[in-house]
C-alpha cells in the first residue's frame, strides 16, 4: 500500500468522448505525476504538478490537461478520445522539488480502454 | 534527456543473488539514477537510488560505476515476489522539470 489512490480502476468510453481519472495523493506530498502505460511498455511521462501549479509536461497533445486541488489531490483530464489513449494511466505522488533525488509513489493504475 | 539501456529480460533462481544491469552513458552531473519495478498488474515500485555512491537499503543495494556511466541494482536473494520488470531511471534535480524518463526495463523471471 502506498497511500495513492486512483479512480475508477477500470473505465471504458468511445471514441471522441471525454475522461477525467483522479487522485489521491499520499499524505504529505505536495507533487503528483501522471504517466500514460501502453501494453508492455514503459511508463511515459504526460505531466507533473507541483503546489497546483503545472511545472513540467511531456510529449502529449493540449486535450491532455489535468488539475491539482489545495489538498494536492489531482485530475486527469482527456477530451476527444482515441483509440491509442487506451493504455493504464498513472499518477505518482512524491514530496517537494528539492535538489536530492525523492522516490515517487505510484497508485494501482486506471485502466482506459476507448472503443 | 539521458536514457539508459537495460537487457529486455533475465532469469533467477530463488534465494540466489541476482545482478540487474543498466547503461546510461550520456548521464548528466546532476541526474540521479532510481530504479523501479513493476509487479504484474501492479503500478511502479520504487526500489533504490544514488547519485554517486552505492546505497544500501532493505530491498536491495546499487552499484554506481566510478564514471557514472553505468549502475547495477543487486538483489541478494531472488525469491518469487521479486519476479517483476525492472526499471532503471534517470531523474534530473538540477531543473524545476523532475520527469522520470522509462525505457522498457528488464523483465526478471524467478525460478523455484
Known amino acids: 500500500e502506498t497511500g495513492v489512490t486512483q479512480s475508477p480502476t477500470h473505465l471504458i468510453k468511445t471514441r471522441g468522448q471525454q475522461v477525467t481519472l483522479r487522485c489521491s495523493s499520499q499524505?504529505?506530498?505536495?507533487?503528483v505525476s501522471w504517466y500514460q502505460q501502453a501494453l508492455g511498455q514503459g511508463p511515459q511521462f504526460i505531466f507533473q504538478?507541483?503546489?497546483?501549479?503545472?511545472?513540467g509536461r511531456g510529449n502529449f497533445p493540449p486535450r491532455f490537461s489535468g488539475l491539482q486541488f489545495p489538498n494536492y489531490s489531482s485530475e486527469l483530464n482527456v477530451n476527444a478520445l482515441e483509440l491509442d489513449d487506451s493504455a493504464l494511466y498513472l499518477c505518482?505522488?512524491?514530496?517537494?522539488?528539492?535538489?536530492?533525488?525523492?522516490?515517487?509513489?505510484f497508485g494501482q493504475g486506471t485502466r482506459l480502454t476507448v472503443v | 534527456d539521458a536514457k539508459t539501456t537495460q537487457p529486455n529480460s533475465m532469469e533467477s533462481n530463488e534465494e540466489e543473488p541476482v545482478h540487474l544491469p543498466c547503461n546510461h552513458s550520456?548521464?548528466?552531473?546532476?541526474?540521479?539514477i532510481h530504479w523501479y519495478r513493476q509487479l504484474p498488474s501492479q503500478g511502479p515500485e520504487y526500489v533504490i537510488h544514488?547519485?554517486?555512491?552505492?546505497v544500501n537499503n532493505r530491498m536491495a543495494s546499487l552499484a554506481i560505476a566510478e564514471d557514472r556511466k553505468s549502475s547495477t541494482l543487486i538483489l541478494h536473494r531472488a525469491t518469487l515476489r521479486d519476479a517483476a520488470v525492472y526499471y532503471c531511471?534517470?531523474?534530473?534535480?538540477?531543473?524545476?522539470?523532475?520527469?522520470?524518463?522509462w525505457g522498457l526495463g528488464t523483465s526478471l523471471a524467478v525460478n523455484p
Open positions: 531511471i534517470l531523474r534530473d534535480q538540477s531543473g524545476n522539470n523532475r520527469k522520470l524518463i
Open positions: 499524505s504529505g506530498h505536495n507533487t
Open positions: 504538478y507541483y503546489r497546483e501549479e503545472e511545472n
Open positions: 544514488g547519485l554517486t555512491s552505492n
Open positions: 505518482a505522488s512524491s514530496l517537494g522539488v528539492g535538489r536530492r533525488g525523492t522516490e515517487a509513489f
Open positions: 550520456t548521464i548528466s552531473g546532476t541526474d540521479y
